[in-house]
């Protein structure tokens, strides 16, 4: 990423969300330009919160942090997964609390508002559902024209959901939103299952957090304890996927895709079994992908190299 380049992160904060938003801290010639929050882990409040916290102890009290919507465009809020993210959503750690409060607007505010002062420059990246992009696309339709691109984790093209048997949480979470997000006119990169389940954090890693002498890194360490814990069941031992962290640094360069088509997708927001399920056109795949026209939606379905010890590596450094 160019220095002159900006992101928003929106997020539902959330362990790996914390995770995601150290590497973006961590991350040369990356300006967080803000940061919203929506009803995932957590709901959007909680989340603001810890999101709060975690930018005080990191020192960037500069970085203003909206709330975004506590529930879906269609439907209830499920709640919260105290199994996995623990009660506050941060595996239990407990983060001074910042006297400082969130923005004067709401996370889809804020995104119009920044991509509008900076036509063209602004990236988006959702660690989260998607209500609060696509919110902001009901408030300015012009947004695709806006942003320079979008990249978002969720979904799963050739692999099994973590919801249902096809659904991953994040489209799962507000299908309506993802399928609008899914199919307006932006360049969207889409970091699924696929890929952020095939990279881990292993137990050595959580011990370098925790032998760190840098407290955002400290903390990291402790809220993985419990998100180890939840991964158990999935790999039989103890580490975690790197869902969050794995879509920030494909945001930002850090990390660079394999396989990695430009792909029609689209969302099922449907009532029936597959909804929340992100149907990806792969039948190019025998063919190397040829171009599909009017396909914008790159889907990310490898990363070479030692992905995790190039998220530690940043995180550490923050
Ligand atoms: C996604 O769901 C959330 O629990 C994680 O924070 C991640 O964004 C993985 O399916
Ligand atoms: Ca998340």
């Given at each position: 990423m160019r220095p002159t380049e900006l992101l928003y992160l929106d997020c539902d904060t959330g362990i790996d969300d914390a995770m995601a938003l150290a590497y973006l801290l961590?991350?040369?010639?990356?300006?967080?330009?803000?940061?919203?929050?929506?009803?995932?882990n957590v709901d959007s409040a909680q989340a603001a919160r810890n999101t709060l916290d975690?930018?005080?102890?990191?020192?960037?009290?500069?970085?203003?942090?909206?709330?975004?919507?506590?529930?879906?465009?269609?439907?209830?809020?499920?709640?919260?997964?105290?199994h996995i993210h623990g009660t506050n959503g941060l595996g239990g750690a407990e983060l001074a609390r910042t006297e400082r409060e969130t923005a004067d607007e709401t996370a889809a505010e804020m995104i119009v508002r920044l991509a509008r002062a900076h036509p063209g420059r602004l990236r988006l990246l959702a660690t989260g559902p998607l209500t609060n992009?696509?919110?902001?696309?009901?408030?300015?339709?012009?947004?695709?024209?806006?942003?320079?691109?979008?990249?978002?984790?969720?979904?799963?093209?050739?692999?099994?959901?973590?919801?249902?048997?096809?659904?991953?949480?994040?489209?799962?979470?507000?299908?309506?939103?993802?399928?609008?997000v899914l199919a307006a006119p932006w360049d969207l990169t889409l970091v699924p299952?696929?890929?952020?389940?095939?990279?881990?954090?292993?137990?050595?890693?959580?011990?370098?957090?925790?032998?760190?002498?840098?407290?955002?890194?400290?903390?990291?360490?402790?809220?993985?304890?419990?998100?180890?814990?939840?991964?158990?069941?999935t790999y039989g031992r103890r580490c975690c996927a790197a869902h969050d962290p794995l879509a920030a640094a494909v945001a930002v360069g850090g990390i660079t895709p394999a396989l990695a088509p430009t792909v029609h997708v689209t969302v099922d927001a449907t009532d029936g079994p597959?909804?929340?399920?992100?149907?990806?056109?792969?039948?190019?795949?025998?063919?190397?992908?040829?171009?599909?026209?009017?396909?914008?939606?790159?889907?990310?379905?490898?990363?070479?190299?030692?992905?995790?010890?190039?998220?530690m590596e940043r995180i550490s450094a923050l």
């Open positions: 961590a991350s040369p010639g990356v300006t967080l330009a803000g940061v919203g929050t929506v009803s995932g975690l930018l005080e102890l990191a020192g960037r009290t500069d970085i203003p942090v909206a709330v975004g919507a506590a529930v879906p465009l269609a439907g209830a809020y499920r709640g919260a997964v105290p992009l696509a919110t902001a696309l009901r408030l300015e339709p012009g947004l695709p024209a806006l942003v320079a691109d979008v990249t978002v984790m969720g979904g799963a093209a050739r692999v099994s959901g973590n919801v249902t048997p096809v659904a991953e949480a994040n489209i799962h979470g507000d299908p309506e939103a993802a399928a609008a299952l696929d890929v952020t389940l095939t990279h881990t954090l292993e137990e050595d890693h959580r011990q370098g957090l925790l032998d760190s002498e840098r407290p955002v890194a400290r903390a990291l360490g402790e809220m993985l304890d419990l998100y180890y814990g939840f991964y158990t069941d597959g909804r929340g399920q992100t149907i990806c056109d792969l039948r190019g795949v025998h063919r190397g992908f040829p171009a599909q026209p009017g396909a914008r939606c790159r889907v990310v379905l490898s990363a070479e190299g030692d992905v995790a010890g190039h998220l």
